[in-house]
């Protein structure tokens, strides 16, 4: 069973071998949690854990999958971060940059309170709606950002600056006309050439209102690729700041899932899929990668269809093969990275 790491008890067994962000290997599966096991995992920044069945606890069906508990803080803070994005984005019109203030006030009281939530794919779905699309993606960028660079290792210092750097990525876009910005439609060919100004818009209203020029690079290379066939510039693999990296890879996501930008919603899982396919080429493959890995088992409790026509719960997943987890069909087990005939084809979130 899943469990996070401030819910294990002393002498609780490991059901599966535990690997940190960066896919080195930290304990054996089968190894007794204590005090000296629990420290080393907390040492490598590990969230959650598989466990073997304590006595009493019966395997997760649908009827008792975990339901996720939130702080019921985050909802209206959330929705006072977005309003608090539009105002900056009204300010950085008005007056050409923004002030360190106004950050405090909209977005930072959110990172205090979610920085402790744990299932963050259904925490995003929980507090998305379709409303105010662009200054929601700037929040979900923002938190985003700092649970990638929280996951990378990055010093709390740095995370909550990962996280200031997502929620500020699109400032620019308070200069693009709002008929492009909100076109439902296909942009032209003219409209989509007025919309890459957006990054470097953005860098000049961030270089005028902050010190810290990795503010002001994340969001002028946020839509930089690793094969050079991003903009403004066209740079390359190390050209591009690991700020802007994690921004980028933010970005894709919180996109990808939005029925604005690509017409409909769509499945998650597929989402992450197609993110893995692109970190080979266009996004920054250890960064995505991390992303991915730490995604992943938020999945579990979740219940899926399979192309077999089964439906079941995801009890279990790997730490290598991410798209292929261990699925409870009523009282049968289907290990997808085995059985590969087999796929999931939707995620009911």
Sequence with gaps: MRVHITEVKSG?????DIYNAFGLHVLSKGATLNEKELTRM?????????????PGQTPVNEESAPTPS??????????????????LFERALAEGRIYEEDIQVSFQPLVENFRAERDVVSLLLMLNSQDDYTYQHSVQVGMLSYYIARWLGWSEEETVRAGKAGFLHDIGKCKIADIIINKPDKLTEEEYEEMKNHPQHGYDILKSSFDDPAIALAALQHHERMDGKGYP???????????????????????????????????LLHVLRDMYELSFQELDPDITHTFI???????????????????????????????RPLVQVGE????????RKIEITQVHT
């Design 233 to 267: 510039s066209g740079l390359t693999g190390e050209k591009i700041h690991p700020m802007a990296k994690i921004v980028a890879v933010a970005d894709v996501y919180s996109a990808m899932i939005s029925s604005k930008e690509y017409g409909e919603k769509r499945d």
């Design 70 to 87: 939130y702080n019921p803080l985050l909802r209206p803070l959330y929705h006072d971060a977005v309003a608090g994005a539009e105002q």
């Design 293 to 323: 890995r730490h995604m992943i088992p938020n999945f579990i409790g979740k219940r899926v269809d399979l192309t077999s026509g089964e439906s079941g719960i995801i009890v279990m997943t790997h730490p290598t093969d991410f798209f």
């Design 42 to 54: 907390y040492q490598h920044q590990i969230d959650y854990l598989e466990i073997d069945w304590r």
């Design 12 to 16: 609780d067994r490991l059901a599966e």
């Design 332 to 339: 049968q087990f289907i290990d997808l990275s085995v059985n």
